[in-house]
């Protein structure tokens, strides 16, 4: 009678195990790639999703997340996950120097809100997502500052 039992136990905790590999539950405003034997499979939706155990496994990605804290400090955190978050978050630059059209030096402090669109080409699309973004825009900063006249830049702080 206990040898029953503990096969049915064993039985049941594979059978656990083995649903917990293949189920994935993707919440609202999230992207999951799923590669196949190392290779892009698909791109999982929002709910309830399955997927293959140990054929198929969830893509994983490293990036940093900013964050402004309680105490209203902008905070950075790097994060390991195989949830892409597609919400509007937000980048934190450095400070850095950028010239007006009259050549006026000035350091410029910025927080840009961005969202990722497409999850596939956000994974593999680039290296270091973090640093891609953060390269496109500021250089972006240095062309619109680099339009302006010093009077226009002062005007337009709030953009």
């Not at 973004?133 to 339009?147: C, D, L, P, T, Y």
């Amino acid at each position: 009678m206990i040898e029953v039992l503990i096969i049915v136990f064993v039985i049941i905790a594979i059978g656990l195990y083995i649903a917990s590999k293949s189920i994935i539950v993707v919440h609202t405003a999230e992207g999951v790639v799923i590669e196949r034997l190392g290779k892009f499979h698909r791109l999982l939706l929002p709910g309830f999703n399955l997927i293959v155990p140990f054929m198929d496994t969830a893509r994983n990605f490293s990036w940093k997340k900013t964050y402004i804290d309680r105490n209203k400090r902008v905070r950075e955190e790097k994060t390991e996950h195989f949830r892409v978050d597609c919400r509007e978050s937000m980048f934190n630059f450095l400070e850095q120097q950028v010239y007006t059209r009259d050549t006026i030096q000035l350091r410029v402090n910025a927080l840009m809100y961005y969202r990722i669109v497409q999850v596939k080409k956000a994974i593999y699309g680039v290296d270091d997502l973090h640093a891609a973004v953060g390269n496109v825009a500021q250089s972006e900063m240095k062309m619109i500052f680099g339009s302006m006249t010093f009077t226009e830049a002062l005007s337009a702080q709030d953009k």
